[in-house]
């Protein structure tokens, strides 16, 4: 049907079967167009974090090692491809940096925030600043695109040839500096960053409205500026998909994978109308209607 689906990121460092996720969700949005519907990915900050050599919250390489590193030992001929990596997971890092094995096929078309109807979809998080600053949702697109399928570091050393471990130690140094240096701003920080995949102002703590007092002003801001009705953010997981914000920032990271919490997978549903949207929250156990799922301030209760 003409169902629209969006995955809000983070399908990196999140189990066992990180490819096997990516495979399934690159097939479907193939499949999609022709029943009229569309899948769309968004960055996540595990994605960014994996483009620049950082694999500190990855499970294991196992998966990318059978998928992709021993069929490239062999159609190489040589493992020596792997000394430029350090030994910090080469087939991983070879995959998923910028001009990296997969940029162009799957991580070209993530894209950093999408509007669909009157929704706002993003990571962690969208501000009226951010649009300036990075030229709107398209020009943060634009920029993300171009830097994950460019090669930032200098060339290659796929024969192996180093002096020393120390060589190869600067090498892939510079590799990951150079990714870093150049990564778009709207995809950059690390924990407390503003960016929109790193900022937390809208998500937590989890399970509750924002701590953040500023944080009702800058959804309407933003909102009112998008034309949309609603933001939908992950990133923070919740114990159960749940709105804030007077039901404009919606939560849906219910760490669903064994990687975070192994939540209980819900999904949600908004269906478009012509004047209002009808939004509900699908569950193991049936449909619940979005006025269940509302976050409620204690502080005004008393």
Excluded at 176 to 183: E, R
């Amino acid at each position: 049907g003409d169902t629209i689906c969006i995955q809000l990121g983070d399908i990196l460092d999140r189990g066992h079967q990180e490819l096997a996720c990516l495979e399934l969700l690159a097939r479907l949005s193939r499949q999609a167009p022709a029943d009229g519907g569309a899948i769309q990915l968004l960055f996540g900050n595990h994605e960014a974090l994996n483009a620049v050599g950082l694999f500190q919250y990855t499970l294991g390489d196992d998966e990318f090692e059978e998928n992709i590193g021993k069929p490239l030992d062999l159609l190489t001929q040589t493992s020596d491809w792997r000394m430029q990596f350090a030994g910090n997971s080469p087939v991983r890092w070879a995959a998923l940096e910028p001009g990296g094995l997969l940029s162009e096929t799957l991580c070209r078309n993530f894209k950093v925030a999408i509007v669909v109807g009157r929704t706002l979809c993003v990571h962690a998080g969208l501000t009226v600043d951010h649009l300036r600053e990075y030229g709107g949702i398209q020009g943060m697109n634009q920029q993300a695109r171009d830097w994950i399928t460019t090669q930032q570091h200098f060339q290659n050393n796929n024969n192996g040839n180093y002096a020393t471990n120390e060589e190869i130690r600067q090498h892939a140094q510079a590799r990951a500096n150079a990714a870093s240096a150049t990564m778009p701003e709207c995809l950059g920080g690390g924990i407390g960053s503003h960016s929109p995949v790193w900022m937390r102002d809208y998500s937590q703590p989890n399970d509750s409205p924002p701590r953040n007092p500023k944080a009702q002003k800058m959804m309407n801001a933003v909102l009112q500026e998008l034309q949309c009705d609603r933001m939908v953010i992950g990133h923070t997981p919740q114990f159960k998909i749940n709105a804030a914000l007077q039901n404009k920032a919606w939560r849906i990271d219910v760490g669903a994978s064994q990687g975070v919490m192994g939540g209980t997978p819900e999904v949600l549903e908004i269906i478009h109308g012509d004047v209002e949207d009808e939004v509900n929250i699908l569950t193991k156990k049936g449909k619940v209607a979005a006025a269940e799922r509302q976050t409620v301030d204690s502080s005004i209760l008393f």
